[in-house]
C-alpha cells in the first residue's frame, strides 16, 4: 500500500508539473523583444523622450497630425519589434499599435475597497491607433519554429482617432473646400459666373470663392471627419503593441479591436486599462509591451505667418495686406485672428472729457482726484471702441515673427475713444501648458496712476456649438441669469468655457476695509486668475474660500453661490513684469486642476494662481489661446481705487507685442 501511495503521489506531481508546462507553454508560446515607436527619428534621441514640436501646416482645416510629411517623407512613425515563435508548430500573430497622451489623463484606474476597477473618465483621455479604425489587429507572415522576425510597420498620431461622429459634418474648414475653389478655378463658365456675382456684391473675388464653395459644402455630404475639431494633446505620448496568437484575437471584444466601438455599457474602453490591468491583461497567448520611448510634443502658434480675418467681417479692406486680411492664403495657413468684442451697450461709461498721456504728462494722483471732481457733472456717456478697421490695429511682422497690438491714442480727435484690441489662435487644444511670451504695455504710472487698460492672456471656448460640449454638471451649470435667483436658467451640458489671467490696478483683496492698506499707494498691480466654471456646483467643496499649493495659500472668491466665475488675486510689482522686453505667461491646464504661472523667463515662474476639481469644475472642451487689452467697464474691478470712469482717454498709442505662444 505504502509503495502504491508513493507511486500515486509521484504521478500526481508529475501530471501536475505536466499541466503547468503547458499553461506556461501556452502563456509563452511566443515573445516580443526590441520595440521601437520610433525608427525613423533615430537622430532625435538623446534620451527615452523625443522632444518634438508639432508642425502646424493646414492644421486649421486637417487638425494637428503627429508628424507631417515635412517631418517623414511618409508623414508617419515607423515602428518595428521582433517577435518570436516558441511554439512547436509554424504559426501566424497578430499585432496592433496604440498610443496614449500621459502628460493630461485620467488614471485608467479607480481605487476601490476590493480591487482597481476602470476609471470610466479615462475614456476622455487622447489615445488612439491606425488612422482607419476598421483595420483592427494586422496579420504577420508565418513564422517557424523557434524562429524570430522583425516587424515592420508605421502610424500617425491624429485627430478624432476614434472617428466619433460628434465630429463629423458640414464645415468650411476642410480640405474639402479647397477642392471646390479649384474646381471653380479651373471651370471658365464657372469662374466668369463667380467673378461677375463677387462684382455685383462689391466684394473680393476671393471672398465670393469662399462663400460659394462654403455654400456648395452646405448642401453636400455630411460625413466629413473634422479631425480639427478634437485635436491631438501636446505633451507625453506612450506607445503600446499588443501580440496575439489567431485563437486569443477570437476572445477579444470588438470595442477593443475597434476603438471606435463602445462597450456593454455604452462607454469607450481605454486600451491601457484593459491589456495592463483589466481582462485583456489575463489573457492566454496576448503579450502588451509598453515602449521604453516616449514622445514629447509642444506647438507654437507662428505670429509670422499673418492673421486672418474672418470673410463675414464686413470692414473696409483700407487696412489689408498679404499678412493681415480675409484671404484665402491666410485663411489656411494663419494661425491667429483677429477678434472683435462683444460691446454690451446697456453697460456705457461715463467718462471725464480728458485726453492725457498719463506717462509723459505726469498725471498725479491728485490731478486724477482733482478731474473726478471737476468734470462730476460734465460726464461723456460712450462705450468701449473696437478698431475702426481691420488689421488697423493688429500689425503683424513676418521678418521679425511678432504682432504688434495697438490701442489707438487720440491727439487731436473730435470724439475720443477708448478702443481695445483682442487677437486668438485658431488652432484649439483641449489641456496643456499654454504660454504667452510677451511684451504688454505698461499699466501705471511713476505716480501709480492705471491707464485703464486691462492686459490679458487667456484660454476661449474655440466654438460654442454642440460638437464643443463640456464634461456633464449634475447639479446643472448656470447658463443664464446667475445674479437674478428667478430667472435663472440650468442646463447639464454647456459650451462655454474660459480660463483667465487678467492684469489689472487693483486691490489685492475682496473688501475695502482693511487697515494700513491703500492700492493706490502701493507700484504692484493685480494678476487675477479666473476660471469660468458656470457655477457647478458638482465639486465637493464648492465655495470652499482657500487653497494651498506649492507653500503658497490662494483665496478664491466667488460674489454669490449662482456666480459664474471663481477668481485668485496676487500681487505682482509692475516694473518687473512690463519694463523688460516680455515676460512669461502660462496657464496649467490638467483634467484636476489649474495652475497660472508668471515671470520673466521660463526658470523662473511664478505660481500666482491654483485652483482644483474639489473646489471648481474643470472644464474638458477646446479652447484657444487669446490676448487682448481692454477697456473693461470699472465696476468689473469695484476695488480699484481709479475707477474706469474717471481715467482720461489715451493721447498716445498703447502698444503690446505678441514674440511667441505655444502649448507644451
Known sequence: MRLNSIFFSGLLLVLFFTIASCDEGQKTSFTIKSFDPFVNLQSEITNDTIPLKVDLSDAV?????????????????????????????????????????????HEVTKKTMTKPKYNREAAENFYGSWKDVSVGF?????????????????????????????????????????????????????????KKKAKNNNIELEK?????????????????????????????????????????????????????????????????????????????????????????????MVPGNGVFVSFSNNSEPKCYDSLCGPSLDLFRNAHYKHHFNYINKDWPFKNIPVVKDIFKDDYTREEFYANKEKYDDRRVKDYPANPEYSCSTILPDAEENIITLVNPGNKGKEKPKKQQIAIETRIGLTYGKFRGKINFPELINKHNVWNGVTNAFWLFTESRRSWNKRNLCEEGYVAKGGGDKENIQYVDRATYSEIDIEIVKESKY???????????????????????????????????????????????????????????????????????????????????????????????????????????????????????????????????????????????????????????
Open 61 to 105: 482645416i486637417k487638425g494637428i497630425r503627429i508628424p507631417t510629411v515635412n517631418q517623414s517623407p511618409d508623414g508617419k512613425f515607423h515602428f518595428k519589434f521582433k517577435l518570436t515563435n516558441k511554439n512547436d508548430k509554424k504559426r501566424k500573430y497578430f499585432y496592433k499599435i496604440y498610443y496614449h497622451n500621459e502628460s493630461y489623463k
Open 208 to 300: 465670393q470663392l469662399y462663400l460659394d464653395a462654403r455654400h456648395t459644402i452646405k448642401n453636400g455630404d455630411k460625413s466629413y471627419n473634422n479631425r480639427w475639431k478634437r485635436n491631438p494633446r501636446m505633451g507625453v505620448y506612450s506607445f503600446l503593441i499588443v501580440v496575439a496568437t489567431e485563437k486569443a484575437l477570437e476572445e477579444l471584444p470588438d470595442y477593443i479591436t475597434d476603438i471606435s466601438k463602445r462597450n456593454n455599457d455604452s462607454i469607450f474602453m481605454n486600451p491601457y486599462y484593459y491589456f495592463l490591468h483589466g481582462e485583456g491583461s489575463a489573457l492566454k497567448n496576448v503579450i502588451a509591451v509598453k515602449a521604453d520611448k516616449y514622445l514629447k510634443a509642444s506647438t507654437h
Open 510 to 664: 475682496w473688501s475695502k476695509k482693511k487697515k494700513n492698506y491703500d492700492p493706490a499707494k502701493t507700484d504692484n498691480i493685480i494678476v487675477a486668475c479666473t476660471n469660468w466654471d458656470l457655477a457647478c456646483q458638482d465639486p465637493p467643496s464648492f465655495g470652499e474660500p482657500e487653497m494651498e499649493y506649492g507653500g503658497q495659500d490662494f483665496l478664491l472668491h466667488r460674489w454669490y453661490d449662482t456666480y459664474r466665475a471663481l477668481t485668485s488675486k496676487k500681487p505682482v510689482n509692475e516694473n518687473e513684469m512690463f519694463q523688460g522686453n516680455h515676460y512669461y505667461y502660462e496657464i496649467g491646464w490638467y483634467p484636476d486642476s489649474i495652475v497660472w504661472k508668471v515671470g520673466p523667463d521660463l526658470d523662473n515662474l511664478k505660481t500666482v494662481g491654483y485652483m482644483d476639481e474639489t473646489v471648481t469644475k474643470i472644464p474638458n472642451n477646446q479652447m484657444i489661446m487669446m490676448v487682448s487689452q481692454e477697456f473693461h467697464h470699472g465696476d468689473w474691478w469695484p476695488f480699484t481705487p481709479f475707477h474706469q470712469n474717471n481715467i482720461p482717454y489715451p493721447k498716445k498709442d498703447i502698444k503690446g507685442v505678441i514674440h511667441d505662444m505655444w502649448i507644451e
Open 138 to 194: 494586422k496579420e504577420t507572415a508565418s513564422i517557424g519554429s523557434e524562429k524570430s522576425t522583425e516587424v515592420k510597420d508605421a502610424f500617425r498620431i491624429i485627430g478624432n482617432p476614434r472617428n466619433e461622429k460628434r465630429y463629423f459634418g458640414k464645415s468650411p474648414r476642410s480640405e474639402k473646400l479647397f477642392e471646390i475653389i479649384n474646381s471653380i478655378k479651373s471651370n471658365p463658365d464657372w469662374l466668369s459666373k463667380v
